[in-house]
């Protein structure tokens, strides 16, 4: 089931809040624990048949968590073994699904394994998510930092459907003090109008931006190799702007959800188009994929070469990183260890390996940057800022033609054809060219111009973190009024009439 289908919006949601705020009023367990079955319903009403492997991830990893935490302090060895073997049982459950077979497939395809070794397995929706958030879970237990100990309150925190299929990525220190709290649990018209408004924002980006054009982004991507230069120009630009609104539909319907159930969701994606520098991107997308890869992956590896160097008497200050051997070191290795891991974590493809090193090049010259270029005076002017978003475009644009391919020899493909070496089909095979430019144009404007969701929401707290005011349009805010009713009714009649249940969002395939 996804957020954009008439099947979730006519009753599954419904049914999910009535059920809800009516057996809050009986007791929060029975509330929770109806926000457990909903969320498992809406899980398996893709395949009822992952079930199982869902149920067997939380008794694996709620059972490996209670086993670290009843460990003492004099038995760290043993907690650290048990922490490891959790996070092999999660990452031996991604390798299966996601790594195995294509690796197979592979292999059999360089005569290196049998061919009757192939097979295919479906990819379980979510399955990245859900272990990352338990993996998440077991690091925290080590570290004394999930207080929470419940089965029940466990797998409400892995199940809540919002965050179920892709993302954002939680914390159990971030949730279970909201599910802990009675006036989660309280129905108030506040959370009902706000979340609905940002759920009907999140729907009209999916459904009027996003999904036109992925239609010009799939055919543009069936042959790259017989596009002109043109045609492959608007196929690039347009995937860039179909997962832009893909994605921030996604992560606002999220919270919009979580709202209605009084839940306070961590921001995911907050403009990244306008970012300076691929550094500030990343800030900005996905975000708390961002924030759990720098926390698990980059800073343990980080402190591990730093620890290196201070054994052998090197220093690790930041001014020691304007020794190139030192910026390798601290810098270039946990950015290429990270990024790496991030690439491959999208996928099994070798053009997905590609799409995590080229962030990494591009993250590590924008380090160089910071560390070895002299002294500037003053704040940039627009002009030079202007010209940072463009090129930091022009980087997440190139990285995303290796995300988007089929494989990596599509990939240079299409890097051909922008070039001038791809074949005759021009942008008539992609629709109507006044059409398509007319909305890539759009959506680069709303990309840069107008506050986003959660700007727009900022008086209503709609994520955790504090929101920066928007740059324009400042007076220009939700509020409980009818001129704002009115708004939000009209985009959800538009939506709705436009809306195909067969359109599945872009991040739910990892």
């Known amino acids: 089931m996804i957020f954009s289908s008439n099947a979730f919006i006519f009753v599954f ?9 009516a057996l809050a009023r009986v007791g929060r367990a029975w509330a929770a624990a109806w926000l457990v079955v909903m969320s498992l319903i809406f899980y398996g ?103 929470e100990r419940g089965l029940l309150s466990y797998m409400l925190f892995v199940t809540f459907f919002p965050h179920l299929i892709a993302g954002p ?37 999916k459904v ?54 009084g839940v306070v969701f ?18 900005r997308w996905h975000m708390t994929l961002t924030r759990y890869l720098t926390l698990y992956l980059y800073n343990p590896v980080a402190m591990a070469v730093s620890r290196r160097r201070v054994a052998r008497g090197l220093p690790v200050t930041r001014k020691a990183t304007r020794n190139l ?48 270029r002299p002294s500037a005076a003053g704040e940039p002017g627009r002009v030079s800022t202007a010209a940072s978003v463009m090129l930091v475009f022009s980087c997440v644009v190139l990285g995303q033609i290796f995300f988007r391919a089929a494989s990596a020899p599509d990939a240079f493909a299409m890097l051909a054809a922008l070039a001038g070496q791809g074949g005759a089909v021009s942008t008539s095979a992609l629709g109507s060219l006044p059409i398509i430019l007319l909305r890539i144009l759009v959506c680069a404007a709303i990309c840069l111009m107008l506050p986003n969701t959660q700007q727009l929401t900022r008086d209503w707290r709609p994520i955790l973190e504090q929101i920066p005011e928007p740059p324009l349009f400042a007076r220009f805010k939700w509020r409980p009024s009818l001129v704002w009713g009115i708004a939000t009714g009209g ?20």
Request: aromatic share 18%; charged share 10%.
């Open 491 to 510: 985009m959800m009649l538009v939506a709705l009439l436009r809306m195909s249940d067969t359109s599945r969002f872009l991040y739910f395939q990892f």
């Open 266 to 283: 961590p921001a995911n994606f907050n403009s990244p188009y306008r970012a300076s520098s691929i550094i500030e991107f990343w800030s």
């Open 45 to 147: 009403y893709w395949n009822p048949s992952y079930l199982l492997l869902l149920v067997g991830s939380i008794a694996w990893n709620f059972g490996m968590g209670a086993a670290i935490f009843a460990q003492g302090e004099d038995r760290e060895r043993r907690k650290f073994a048990l922490l490891w073997l959790g996070i092999a049982g999660n990452l031996g459950l991604l390798f299966y699904y996601k790594y195995l077979f294509p690796l197979i497939g592979f292999l059999a395809a360089h005569h290196i394994a049998p061919a009757s070794w192939e097979a295919h397995v479906f990819l379980p929706l979510g399955i990245s998510f859900f272990t990352f958030t338990q993996i998440g879970y077991l690091v925290d237990s080590y570290d004394g930092k999930a207080r």
């Open 169 to 205: 990525i939680l914390h159990n220190r971030e949730m279970m003090p909201q599910f802990g709290n009675p006036e989660t649990f309280r129905l108030k018209a506040e959370n009902i109008s706000v979340g609905l408004f940002i759920f009907v924002v999140g729907l009209t980006k």
């Open 13 to 21: 949601l419904p049914i999910a809040l009535i059920g809800y705020y």
């Open 325 to 372: 051997s030192a910026f390798a070191g601290l810098i270039m290795w946990p950015t290429f260890f990270t990024m790496g891991l991030a690439g491959i974590w999208h996928g099994a493809g070798l053009q997905f390996a590609i799409f995590g090193l080229l962030h990494a090049a591009f993250l590590s010259v924008n380090h160089a940057w910071r560390v070895f």
């Open 208 to 261: 009027l931006l996003a999904d036109p054009l992925g239609y010009v982004a799939d055919r543009g991507y069936v042959d790259p190799a017989s596009l002109t230069p043109g045609a492959a120009a608007l196929t690039v630009l347009g995937y860039a702007m179909q997962l832009y609104f893909d994605f921030s539909g996604y992560a606002d319907m999220a919270i919009g959800i979580a709202r209605m159930f």
